[in-house]
């Protein structure tokens, strides 16, 4: 296991991605058929892993396209930031060996650094960039007080002169992902959504929250299918998509073209094929505790392997873990652990208490 450790990310991905129920081998979205409309590639490829800022890294993006997701987003990253030269932000857009793309989420305000940035990601990217998206739903303070984010939807014109940039230095699709609204009570949306398809826009991503909720409340769906009827480009529908049959119920209930998972992911990289398999007629098997086991140290392993800061194990061990016997415990060990080898130490002792644990039930069945 050790060697495992100096391997390329689609080399531990092939190791131990199938022992987990996940893909050992990743594929293109569509096929890497780029020459096929937009609308078509998400009708047949309705399965996409959101952007979330400081979560989506090349690894995270892997497990999930591992688990069944057609494409994984980028996390959000600032046209200022690519602009001003830091490499750190042009990090963000890069693609580990072994991801095949990638969607990129751009963020801010300024058409011309729009449309540099969105040159520059696909001189980056070749081949392996599937579409630029931009950010028009961020609710977080420090993005909508200058203007970005969520605070676009308060100002149509600026946000359809920044898919017109986009549009005017890309050939791939441009994007755009937007909430109900930035205000609770005034949903604007559906014309909203008309604006960015009449400015080049090739789909829109809806979560049902205003932006002054966050991510409280619950989303509303009933917005999804009113932008899907307002607009005659294809609708993304995003929020509160928890589980493999709420995924698939997005699609169902909604009209939407494709689903955008978010949080539902968190610790749960098969939330994809499970919600196919539902949308497919089929039940999805259960995953096991041990299999979430396994899939974190895959999970780590590739945060080694794609130089990632090993720290946001931290974060990921809460989400495998949930559920587990004991998991504030193992919680808490795995919060101590700054290297891979700690952190597949306390893997190594979850599985060997979880056996003696089934060793003992046995033994008082007998």
Known sequence: MTSMQR????????????GV??????????????DLPLAQRLA????????????????????????????AYSEM????????????TWELVDVAPGEPDLAVQL??????????????????????????DINMACPVPKV?????????METPELAASLVAACTGAVDVPVTVKIRRGRRDGAEVAPEFARRMADAGAQAVAVHGRYATQFYHGEADWGVVRRVVE????????????????????????????????????????????????????????????????????????????????????????????R???????????????????EFLGVTAELRRAMAEADASQDAAHE
Not at 144 to 152: I, P, S, Y
């Open 323 to 341: 559920g587990m016997p004991e998991a504030a415990y193992w919680r808490g060990r795995a919060n101590e652990c700054s290297t891979l080898e």
């Open 144 to 152: 909508t007080k200058k203007g970005e984010g969520a605070a676009l």
């Open 77 to 88: 990253v600032s046209c200022a930031g690519l602009h001003y030269g830091g490499e750190k």
């Open 230 to 321: 307002a607009v005659d480009v294809p609708v993304i529908g995003s929020g509160d998509v928890r589980d493999d049959r709420e995924a698939a119920r997005m699609l169902t209930e909604t009209g939407a073209t494709a689903v955008m998972v978010a949080r539902g992911s968190y610790g749960n990289p098969w939330i994809f094929s499970q919600a196919r398999a539902l949308l497919s007629g089929h039940e999805p098997e259960p995953v096991s505790l041990v299999r979430r086991v396994d899939a974190f140290e895959c999970h780590m392993r590739l945060l080694a392997a794609t130089g990632a800061h090993l720290k946001r194990g931290r974060s990921l061990a809460t989400w495998y873990l």
């Open 7 to 18: 391997q390329s990310p689609a080399d531990v991905l092939a190791a131990l991605g199938p």
């Open 107 to 132: 963020f801010g305000t300024k058409p011309e650094l729009f449309a540099e940035a969105a040159a520059g990601v696909a001189e980056r990217l070749g081949e392996r960039l599937v579409l630029i």
């Open 21 to 34: 129920g996940l893909c050992g081998e990743l594929k293109p979205f569509a096929g890497g058929r780029a």
């Open 44 to 71: 047949e490829h309705p399965l996409l892993m959101a952007p979330m800022a400081g979560v989506t890294d090349s690894a995270y993006r892997m497990m999930a396209r591992a688990g069944g997701a057609d494409l």
